[in-house]
């Protein structure tokens, strides 16, 4: 059956590489699911577009554009970083009112999901039947309510691919030591991700400090001196986020600086410790900081995620159009040995503002490495093995040449 | 007809994504060249392990894991970044006199090039015969006598698709600057290449900054306000190299660490620039810093690279073996329409410790820029196109939507 009435989009917050793939999904599915004379609007800039009323028909462009659109990095509608107070909410149910919106979506992380909330609320104060409906997204994969978050698994890739890469380069350098610098303000996931990287004992990453473990200088240096000496190099691969002992951020440039939610900025964490290990262990040490490249690039799309992406959207929408509202869609994993999911819903109060971290289950008893049990959450969520490589030297060999090395 | 002797080759200096494809043409060529008794060694660790006399039998791996190697980023070798002095190179040429080694090559940049010159000299000064000889690799492109040097192409696809990316990225985003820098020390062949991400004039990169131009401190603020001003967003390409009007460098971390080569490391140049973009112009600007992850990345090999890598080294390796010595083999394009090269070779005399800077004439006359003409050249050495994207708005609409933005 039609529904009747109107469809508002808003992608908020940081864009992933799979964002717009949960935007087409939204759009195919409630195009199926309204009146033809329903709209699908979009709106530009995130909530900002909302309250503004800036609004683009996104039943207009062609399959064709939408094919491309889907396979393209950033938010297609634009993005932004406010938050709604009840007040601006019940303003912006208004003019969605006004424009008889009956469905709202927000894809986002949590704050939008507290936005999309706000959003709910301001529906019920003004009386006004409206859906509010939340589509998972954020590469940090810290939304509770759900298995893991669209967006997270193709910057997994990327950052494990990354991780692997390096410790190439790494292993066969004069500069001994790397710092790889990893998103993530609060919750280690993705940094957590770069496990997959390493197969031997002795591949890279070497350390993997998460945010959840507070970082002191002493460990630090003490855990690169311990790894020099055993490999001869060094992969450290860093949370944006990570603390020190006394709960401040590590890094320099951006440390009093806040975003648009009021969230401090993590600064360059990576740099700050290369230039600790420079000075304190006299290594060579340098960082790597891909940063948003590591959310943009279409090439290292896990495409398990790019279909979870469009297939939970797809689902938020026919679980609106069936009477149910403020809602998050969610990615539930099945028990099943081979990996699958089905996707539910879980109520947008429970995940509004909460931070998922990474369980402790997960964290290494040295507090300097993930656990293996992670490897089995994470794996299936990249969309396949990632690219290896080969050495000349067998590992006996290898020993050997890392024993010349360290003279040099 | 078979040559006696045996052969020794090393890595030096910085990997490159194509540098094995090099090791393996020597290999193959030598193989053929050498009489069946020739030994080819491969030097662990650069020059300093035919110093140590820790070499590898190449001749020993399979095909198939030779087809691996070649696709693999990193020095299989190892490297390092030490120069010899003369004294040092005549103990070097008596190790291999002593192991009759007739043939020395060695894979690697402007130092590496002295390095090759001076184990020639050595040879010369012990009337010992010994073919010395170069094989260009530097992802700084900054060799002379050669049109382009192995691992640049590579490295040139990685950052130009980076910055495509990048600009999906911030396009949509609320932040609406992003520095990226991207390696070279003194020559801005690769940062120059991120032109390539640009089609359109409001694409990203919209300021290009290379060493060959100073940057100062009151031109750079003005830059950005003016492209702010003009598109609501920025992304800047910045070389890791660039200096200030005084010849300062940027950045503040490792400015006063050296490198093996006694060569001043670079800074966090992208890190400073944003913090100085935050603070002085009030725009929410970040940096990102790929890193050596341009230089390892087997996704984005351009295979004209791969090819010429590998046929330069095969060249270099027969040229050996006709009795010609202290020279570079190098790649020379030819004048037709459709990009062909050839090799050829160039004494070592003339390219040893020259770096070749990016020549005026790609330079735009606001020094902020490249110029088209650069595009001519450097698009043929990535091997192919990049992978484009699509948005969902026209860009009349999209200059609204810019004009809505800039509020946020």
């Not at 990893?182 to 991700?193: E, Y």
């Amino acid at each position: 059956m039609s529904q009747a009435g109107n469809v508002v989009i808003a992608q908020g917050g940081g864009p992933t590489a799979v964002i717009n793939a949960s935007l087409f999904g939204l759009v195919k599915a409630a195009t199926q699911g309204l009146k033809r004379s329903g709209k699908v609007w979009g709106a530009r800039g995130g909530i900002v577009g909302v309250q503004k009323h800036s609004w683009i028909d996104l039943r207009m462009p062609s399959n064709t554009l939408w094919k491309q659109i889907m396979l393209s990095p950033g938010a297609a509608l634009g993005s932004c970083r406010k938050m709604l107070n009840l007040e601006e909410a019940i303003e912006a149910v208004h003019i969605l009112c006004k424009n008889d919106v009956r469905y709202f979506f927000h894809i986002g992380g949590n704050d939008s999901m507290d936005t999309a909330l706000k959003m709910s609320d301001a529906a019920s104060a003004l009386n006004y039947e409206m859906a509010c409906c939340g589509i998972p997204k954020t590469i940090d994969n810290d939304l509770s309510g759900t298995d893991h978050c669209p967006g997270f698994g193709s910057a997994a890739r990327y950052i494990a691919q990354s991780t692997v890469d390096l410790g190439m380069d790494i292993r066969a350098l004069p500069t001994p030591v790397s710092i790889l610098e990893v998103m993530g303000r609060n919750a280690g996931w993705l940094t957590a991700s770069t496990l997959i990287a390493r197969r031997d004992p002795d591949d890279a990453p070497h350390l993997i400090y998460v945010p959840e473990v507070p970082l002191s200088r002493t460990n630090f240096l003490g855990d690169v001196q311990r790894v020099y000496e055993k490999y001869g190099w060094v992969v450290v691969t860093v949370s944006e986020g990570v603390k020190d002992e006394n709960g401040a951020s590590w890094g320099t440039d951006h440390r009093k600086k806040t975003d648009g939610f009021g969230h401090p900025l993590p600064g360059d964490v990576a740099a700050e410790l290369a230039a600790l290990v420079n000075a304190e262990l006299g290594l060579r040490a340098r960082s790597e900081k891909p940063g948003l490249l590591g959310r943009s690039s279409a090439l290292m799309v896990s495409a398990a995620d790019r279909l979870e992406a469009e297939g939970v959207a797809i689902f938020g929408a026919s679980w609106a159009m069936k009477g149910n509202t403020s809602f998050m869609a969610s990615i539930q994993r099945r028990r099943t040995r081979k990996y699958a999911v089905e996707y539910g819903a879980v109520p947008l109060m429970s995940v509004a503002n909460v931070t998922r971290l990474l369980p402790a289950e997960y964290i290494s008893s040295d507090r300097n490495d993930i656990t293996e049990g992670y490897r089995t959450y994470v794996e299936p969520l990249i969309g396949g093995p990632l690219l290896r490589y080969a050495r000349l030297e067998s590992k006996e060999r290898r020993t050997a040449t890392t024993k010349t090395r360290k003279g040099i």
